[in-house]
């Protein structure tokens, strides 16, 4: 078995390979490092789900593949490997070309992502003037193009809106449209259908789906919602304070997840045939990276925890069927 | 003498209830002037102990009932009777003993607690305004409230910044039951919530429903959550309910096409990865201005001519007792 601090998998058709990440915020408190020996990979027309509760990490990592770590935020550690390059090496300059062009990103609110006094469409032809050298009729015109793709009606006439005139629904997918008119290699959707109704959600989801399955684009997909990720991923990603807890192919994770914190997620989950009573609930509270337990950081909470647990914290080894967990209890 | 409610008596009785608001106020934007139709003709009953749901998408009005039946809206038109009695067209004084009865917990415990408030202070509240007790009885019952909660007395001296999302909404839910409450209106109660912790919270509710002989309504937009907590089911969409059932008919056999389409919406775990499939097209409507006949009819995959000229009446449904849709093809067999 090969060691697991190396990289949880190498595979020749990763478009992104991501190693032992690390981003640390200075804080009253001292440095706390929200990302911590975080490895992935994306792989071309796939998508990896990416699923933990309010700050497990999932969105500082998400923003350290573009280098958009807010301050005091820094990322402290590991390499994003693109292309050949390492982004975290890459000049400034470099890096804005690489934004937007070849990875781009979705937000839960599109409305903070769009220029409330430009038109839909003069902010989606503005991201291929500036990344793909294009005139301004001849990108006006893809962006029309853009807007009808991703199933806006009369797209001629809604690119001269403004983005408050339009529904919720409609705004994501404008903004999907704008992530995807300069062809990136790669999407990362940060909790994009959170804020939308569940009926806009399931459109939204399917047209993130036909999208990929066009343009053969990775996909990284951040969510707070295990259903949804179930519903995306290819391969789910699991993060708890700050560490990947589990990885494994979905439909794996979800019919036999190996790591107690997976498995709490998803059996507390209401659902058909649990019938009426008590839920079954993960104890204790979400925890605060500046008072982390000893050893294993779900050690507090898990049922299986013993003196060894709360010792060392358990590195992310690997399972059989090309899955990977961080649990000295969990039995493959 | 008279006679108190009897034992079939509703705890709540709702009878064709409306609340509108003025929309704009001319002005500038005077192109936007108009009646918003949040609730608009809307009837229900709640029984003693009973849970019921209300769910629906944003605009549907779910909402606005609540408030209107927690009394913090002045309804438009229509009846709301609590315990027997008409609570319409009272005034503030005669409210009071209502107020007492009715509380409510809201989506986010980060707004809804006061911050300058300790724990305890913020739990005694309700018993001060109601003049409930004197100060040692308050606090014996504030530190009883806390344990029954989950907090510890140590948590009473601390302030609401201190806690986590789940024990502030632990503390919004002592508050409401500080008065010994028989119905509790909890609008979104666990969405702000992480997973791990909404569990935690539907558990406590549980629990105390049992032990206080709590009355629930309960607006979620989550149909796992309801489907799992609730006795009965009404399905709202844009103003009025659209379907109302036992959960399990609701689940089993929904008469309604939007019913049916929110069922199918909502992404399940461990279904495999998502096929493109039917989905529900079209956006939700402005309650500013509904469509006309069945407000649904423009994303409705049954809408005929009859369903833009009419709108259904909410009359029995399916085969169990106490199902209800409103629409013209409710008899016909499902999708």
């Given amino acids: 078995m090969e060691p697991a601090r190396e990289s949880p998998n190498a595979p020749s058709d990763a478009i992104l390979e991501v190693r032992g ?66 982004l975290l090496a890459l000049s400034e300059r470099a890096m804005e070309d690489i934004r937007g062009k070849r990875i781009s990103m979705v937000f839960q609110e599109p409305t903070t992502a769009f220029n409330p006094v430009l038109t839909i469409g003069d902010q989606i032809a503005e991201a291929l003037i500036i990344h793909g050298g294009a005139g301004r009729a001849e990108a006006h015109a893809a962006a029309v193009g853009m807007l009808d793709k991703v199933g806006i009606p009369d797209p001629a006439e809604r690119a001269g ?95 036999h997840p190996l790591h107690p914190y997976t498995q709490g997620l998803i059996e507390t989950l209401p659902r058909h045939g649990v019938g009426r009573g008590r839920l079954p609930a993960i104890p204790g509270t979400v925890p605060d990276l500046g008072a982390l337990p000893d050893g294993c950081r779900f050690s507090d909470r898990c049922p299986l925890a013993d003196d060894g647990c709360r010792a060392a914290d358990p590195p992310l080894t690997r399972a059989p069927g090309g899955r990977w967990v961080a649990c000295y209890k969990a039995a493959p | 003498m008279t006679a108190g409610p009897s034992p079939e008596t509703p705890l709540l009785e709702v ?24 609730v608009d003709g809307v009837s229900f009953r709640l029984g003693r102990g009973e849970t019921l749901a209300l769910v629906g998408e944003s605009g549907c009005g779910k909402t606005t009932l609540a408030r209107t039946v927690a009394l913090l809206y002045a309804p438009t038109a229509g009846s709301v009777r609590f315990q027997g009695r008409e609570l319409t067209g009272l005034g503030r004084r005669d409210l009071k003993p209502a107020r007492r009865r009715i509380q409510m917990i809201f989506q986010d415990p980060y707004s809804s607690l006061n911050p300058r408030l300790p724990v305890g202070a913020i739990i005694a509240e309700p018993l001060v305004i109601h003049g409930l ?77 049992a032990a206080h002989g709590l009355t629930y309504l309960f607006i979620s937009h989550d149909l796992a959550v309801v489907r799992h907590f609730a006795d009965r089911v009404a399905v709202m969409y844009l ?97």
């Fill in chain 2, 133 to 209: 007790g004197g100060r040692a009885e308050q606090r014996d019952r504030v530190a009883m409230l806390a344990r029954q909660v989950g907090l510890g007395a140590a948590d009473m001296d601390r302030y609401p910044h201190q806690f986590s999302g789940g024990q502030r909404q632990r503390i919004a839910i002592a508050r409401a039951l500080a008065v010994e409450p028989s119905l509790v209106i909890a609008d979104e109660p666990v969405s702000a919530l992480d997973v791990s912790i909404q569990s935690q919270v539907l558990n406590l509710m549980g629990d105390l429903q």
């Fill in chain 1, 161 to 255: 809106t403004y983005p408050h005139q339009m529904s919720g629904g409609m705004r994501q997918r404008a903004m999907i449209a704008m992530a995807l008119i300069c062809r990136p290699d790669i999407l990362i959707a940060d909790e994009p259908t959170t804020a939308l109704d569940v009926t806009i959600q399931a459109q939204i989801l399917d047209l993130m789906g036909a999208m990929q399955r066009e343009f053969g684009v990775a996909i990284l997909f951040i969510s707070h919602d295990l259903a949804v990720i179930s519903e995306m991923a290819d391969e789910v990603m699991v993060m708890y304070a700050g560490r990947v807890v589990e990885r494994a192919p979905a439909d794996a994770l979800l019919a």
């Fill in chain 2, 15 to 38: 009878q064709g209830l409306v609340k509108h608001f003025p929309a704009g106020g001319g002005g500038l934007f005077a192109a936007d002037t108009g009646t918003v139709r949040a």
């Fill in chain 1, 21 to 86: 990440l690390e981003v640390t915020f200075a804080t009253d408190r001292g440095a706390l490092k929200a990302v911590d020996g975080v490895s992935f990979a994306l792989k071309p027309g796939l998508t990896l789900g990416l699923v933990g509760e309010s700050g497990c990490g999932k969105t500082v990592t998400a923003l350290a593949l573009l280098r958009l770590v807010p301050p005091p935020g820094r990322i402290t550690g590991g390499r994003v490997l693109f292309g050949g390059e390492d």
């Fill in chain 2, 239 to 335: 103003g009025r309910i659209v379907e109302e059932a036992p959960a399990d008919a609701l689940f089993a056999d929904p008469r309604h096409p939007y019913t049916r389409a929110l069922i199918a919406a909502q992404p399940v775990v461990g279904r495999g990865k998502r096929r493109p499939g039917d989905v529900l097209p079209g956006d939700i409507p402005s309650p500013l201005r509904p469509p006309p006949g069945c407000a649904f009819h423009p994303r409705c995959p049954l809408a005929a001519d009859i369903c833009r000229q009419s709108a259904p009446a909410l009359e029995a449904a399916g085969g169990e007792a106490g199902h209800r849709a409103a629409c013209h093809f409710k008899d016909e067999a499902g999708p």
